[in-house]
């Protein structure tokens, strides 16, 4: 249901940030200050919201004003470069904005003091929790008015919407503010992926922050703690041999062979041998149970007198084939994904060439419009 400072503060302490190294560097901030902390329901889930409690003021700050307040607190350098990065964004927007420089930018609801603690302790919680990454779904689109310093503006604040520059967004629910001037610059700063789906992995632990407003939907900004499936090379067998006495026919038969018996791969390098002979390096990958079986196969098909061996690792992607219906018929087409993403698509080279041959058009068009399919069939 979008982002605000509260929300993502609340749903960080939902997750389990340690509150004792929170509150103590948080509070050296040189402001006036508390949290409130509640457990509320949203729609009958429960979560974690954050109100920053604080003297009335009427100051209003520049962006120097600003950095001096995080420069004097304690905060690990990390998070203060994080944090003045964040209101740089903020100022820039404003001065957009307003028409003027980020130096003469008076922060109005984003210089209170309740902007400063929500994007500094937002920053600090993600960053206490030790995160390498963070993805987030695309933002919902405010729409309707809000009241600000400067009397009724549309949604998004035009601050926001400049803050939301090349972001995904989607259409949102409902009307109202659902992403605020804060909201969207934690998301510029914080966000390093947007994805609709998190990547293969396990859930650690899930938590809610809370907004003030209700909806139709619950207003709560969800997340998830989240551990990437770790990726495991597998061993396999690499098999070699030198030669130099084989005839071109018979090494190509040799080199089909290996592969129609299931080799992970053939490959053959030029080399130069002994007595400036020109020969060749036969390399065959296997699984390390089908070894024997190769040895077997190089020994008896190539007559060669030796064969090197070594346990390799590898890296493998999953690989998954689809038949996809064009108009020169089905196509199978080989995906590759690592860690549920797509890396690859290769519609099958065999195919393509007897469809082009069938329906006389070139091999690209064939080839194009296998990809055109898919790329139409998954990704619209």
Known sequence: MGISGDMMLG????????EEKFFHLLNTLPLEFSLDIKTVQKNGISGKKVSVLYPEQHQHRHLNDIYEIIEKSSLPSEVKDKSKYAFKLLAEAEAKIHGTTIAKVHFHEVG??????DICGSILGVYLLKVDTVIASPLPLSRGFVNSAHGPIPLP?????????????????VEG???????ATLYRVLVNKTEPVPPSG???????????RDYLYPNLLRGILFAETPVKAKTVVLLETN?????????????NRLLLEGALDVFITPIQMKKNRPGVILSVLCPETDEDRFVEIIFSETGTLGIRRRRIERYEAEREIIKLNTRYGLIPVKIGRFRGRVI??????????????????????????????????FNS
């Open 177 to 183: 503010e659902l992403v605020t001037p804060t909201g």
């Open 202 to 212: 396990s859930i650690l632990k899930t938590g809610y922050g809370a907004g003030s």
């Open 112 to 117: 209170a003091i309740d902007a400063i603690v």
């Open 11 to 18: 749903l960080l302490l939902d997750l389990g940030v340690n």
């Open 157 to 173: 604040a035009p601050a926001t919407l400049e803050l939301l520059t090349g972001i995904p967004v989607t259409p949102a629910p």
């Open 344 to 377: 690859s698509v290769h519609p099958e080279f065999e195919v393509c060439q007897k469809a082009a041959q069938e329906f006389k058009v070139s091999f690209k068009e064939v080839y194009e419009e296998a990809l055109a399919v898919w790329q139409e069939k």
């Open 243 to 255: 030669m130099d006495h084989l005839f071109p026919e018979a090494l190509g038969y040799i080199f």
